[in-house]
């Protein structure tokens, strides 16, 4: 088990930042400085290094971090299989996730409290970002597992089916494209259009059936880009222009007539969802059962 001093060595490894660490661990700063001396004195040398307001890992420190990030791994995997040979439903743990945007706040989380109920014990915690940034987080061990939409090319990532989901054009009930109710393909030309941020899976699948049609992002009239699904709804609800958004993530707004879907002839958008975890994590037993866990539940 990780002594204290350990784990506020990581915290501060983590965010590069005695200030940050305090706020997370609730310790204050002259007592995380004390812990980080104790630990330098200990292993006989230095651990951080000061250049100006900033601090940066030294050699040792990298060396340490890197082999406490194993130890922490070996221990929530331990935690977890000891505590569940008993009574499954005291299993312990940490179960770090990422998910895009739609995933993190549309399907996710009814999923996360039935885990929770099952398994109080287990300490969870979500990151909620686009594609791309779930990617890295994976691919810098912030995270055990991702869901994110569709696949990249990276070796060292395993790839697992989860859903499927549309996502599908709206706009505003007031917007003049609301009486249109359909439109070909080639209209969309014709109207303001407004999108995610790049790395954004939803704007990488809208890009990516538009050029099966012969269509590229540079040819609309794209007068607005959005970070995040909710920003997104939440202006187009308020002009006209024409948007690209997950169908359960406007259902609400859908079924109380303040977005109206607009259907293009021959034209739709299904993208995969996937589970991604770094090779070799996939035999962690907690990442297993909450994958298995939570393909059971979404289907239900």
Same mark, same amino acid.
């Given at each position: 088990? %990780? $002594?204290?001093? =350990?784990?506020?060595?990581? *915290? +501060?490894?983590?965010? #590069?930042?005695?200030?940050?660490?305090?706020? @997370?661990?609730?310790?204050?700063?002259?007592?995380?400085?004390?812990?980080?001396?104790?630990?330098?004195?200990?292993?006989?040398?230095?651990?951080?290094?000061?250049?100006?307001?900033?601090?940066?890992?030294?050699?040792?420190?990298?060396?340490?971090?890197?082999?406490?990030?194993?130890?922490?791994?070996?221990?929530?995997?331990?935690?977890?299989?000891?505590?569940?040979?008993?009574?499954?439903?005291?299993?312990?743990?940490?179960?770090?996730?990422?998910?895009?945007?739609?995933?993190?706040?549309?399907?996710?989380?009814?999923? %996360? $409290?039935?885990? =929770?109920?099952?398994?109080? *014990? +287990?300490?969870?915690? #979500?990151?909620?970002?686009?594609?791309?940034? @779930?990617?890295?987080?994976?691919?810098?061990?912030?995270?055990?597992?991702?869901?994110?939409?569709?696949?990249?090319?990276?070796?060292?990532?395993?790839?697992?089916?989860?859903?499927?989901?549309?996502?599908?054009?709206?706009?505003?009930?007031?917007?003049?494209?609301?009486?249109?109710?359909?439109?070909?393909?080639?209209?969309?030309?014709?109207?303001?259009?407004?999108?995610?941020?790049?790395?954004?899976?939803?704007?990488?699948?809208?890009?990516?059936?538009?050029?099966?049609?012969?269509?590229?992002?540079?040819?609309?009239?794209? $007068?607005?880009?959005?970070?995040?699904?909710?920003?997104?709804?939440?202006? #187009?609800?308020?002009?006209?222009?024409?948007?690209?958004?997950?169908?359960?993530?406007?259902?609400?707004?859908?079924?109380?007539?303040?977005?109206?879907?607009?259907?293009?002839?021959?034209?739709?958008?299904?993208?995969?969802?996937?589970?991604?975890?770094?090779?070799?994590?996939?035999?962690?037993?907690?990442?297993?059962?909450?994958?298995?866990?939570?393909?059971?539940?979404?289907?239900?």
């Amino acid at each position: 088990m %990780l $002594s204290t001093r =350990h784990e506020i060595f990581m *915290e +501060v490894a983590a965010n #590069l930042s005695f200030s940050k660490a305090s706020e @997370i661990l609730f310790i204050s700063q002259p007592a995380i400085s004390k812990h980080i001396k104790v630990l330098e004195a200990f292993y006989k040398t230095t651990l951080f290094e000061r250049k100006g307001n900033t601090i940066h890992l030294s050699a040792g420190g990298k060396l340490l971090y890197s082999r406490l990030k194993e130890a922490k791994k070996i221990q929530n995997q331990l935690d977890f299989e000891l505590s569940t040979l008993k009574n499954q439903f005291k299993a312990k743990g940490q179960l770090k996730l990422g998910a895009s945007t739609t995933v993190a706040l549309y399907i996710i989380p009814k999923i %996360l $409290s039935a885990f =929770h109920q099952k398994y109080p *014990e +287990v300490k969870i915690s #979500l990151l909620n970002r686009n594609t791309d940034t @779930i990617v890295k987080a994976l691919l810098d061990e912030d995270i055990d597992i991702g869901i994110v939409e569709g696949k990249k090319k990276i070796s060292t990532i395993l790839y697992a089916p989860f859903i499927t989901d549309e996502v599908v054009a709206v706009c505003s009930a007031k917007s003049p494209i609301a009486k249109k109710k359909t439109i070909s393909i080639h209209e969309l030309k014709n109207y303001p259009i407004v999108l995610r941020e790049q790395g954004s899976g939803t704007l990488a699948a809208v890009k990516y059936n538009l050029e099966k049609n012969g269509i590229k992002l540079s040819e609309l009239k794209v $007068s607005v880009r959005l970070a995040g699904t909710e920003a997104l709804k939440n202006f #187009l609800r308020e002009d006209d222009c024409l948007g690209f958004l997950p169908r359960g993530s406007v259902h609400k707004e859908l079924r109380d007539g303040d977005l109206i879907s607009i259907k293009i002839e021959k034209f739709q958008i299904v993208r995969d969802f996937f589970f991604i975890q770094r090779h070799g994590a996939d035999n962690n037993e907690l990442n297993k059962a909450f994958i298995r866990f939570a393909k059971l539940n979404y289907n239900k």
